[in-house]
């Protein structure tokens, strides 16, 4: 049986490997920072980080993420003449919001994008956070910035399969188990009966359509044999915006090889990334200390 801080370990590098080290990188280790030092799930503080890295990084974030930041510029700098701050960056989750509907209604309700599910994946590497409250504090999460509930019901999804693998629990009991979660759209809950057979959701959608992306990844995942396979498939199809769940879920599944990775992997982002998965897990050590003492 492998261990949860292994598991931890892996889905941190293996996320991070998939997707290049994009954004979404440095987004999951805002959240992760979060987690970690309010020891709960704050989506000011939470929100206030995503802000703060995209206007001192200003990467390709999404579209989504770009428009909410717009909508908030001219709060954000309320004094020219100072540096900007982190705290200069916080907003009450009413203001958050009504931002993101306002942004919904700029892009035309298209907002069931994937980006959620690329950087959320830390929750479910978060031991104080229940099994039973996972799939919620996901849709939380998304809904910080996309206001479709698409985009959170497929971060659910994804993290509720990445929290029973950590646990060793088999690949098809998680997936299963995952997709009984109640009231699910028809193109999250369809995807059930289909990633095995089939990699498309049977209908034209954009390529970042979050549905379009969970069967893609699920799919290249159960039919391969080690996350390096799923990844190869993947990246062969050109498939970039599975890649990242992919990562995800097949280092949750089978562990990630890095000695594979050693010239592709900067010292510095790997450390970084190292000290945040051993903070989570020793959570778990923690935790289970606790239990047995």
Known sequence: MVSIHARCNDVFIGHAIASYFDTSTQLAQELSESLLTLESFNGSDIMSRYLYLYHTKRCDFGETLKIVYQNLKDKIMINESLPISRENCRFDQLIIDETVKITDGKLGGHTAGCGPVHRSFPLALCSWIDDDDLFELSMK???????????????????????????????????????????????????????????????????????????????????????????????????????????????ARWGFPLDMYNDKIKDGQLKIIRDTANKLSNQWCLQQHNIYA
Do not use: M
């Open 141 to 251: 999460e998304a809904a910080l910035t996309h206001y479709s509930s698409l985009a959170g019901q497929v971060s659910g999804i994804v993290n509720l399969i990445c929290r029973s693998l950590i646990k060793n629990r088999p690949w098809r009991d998680a997936v299963q188990s995952a997709f009984t979660t109640p009231s699910l759209h028809k193109d999250v809950s369809s995807i059930y009966g289909r990633y095995n057979r089939w990699s498309d959701l049977g209908k034209q959608t954009h390529p970042a359509y979050a549905p379009a992306v969970l069967i893609e990844a699920l799919h290249y995942i159960a039919n391969s044999t080690n996350a390096i396979d799923a990844i190869e498939k993947a990246t062969t199809k050109k498939n970039s915006y599975c890649l990242p769940i992919i990562g995800i879920l097949a280092s």
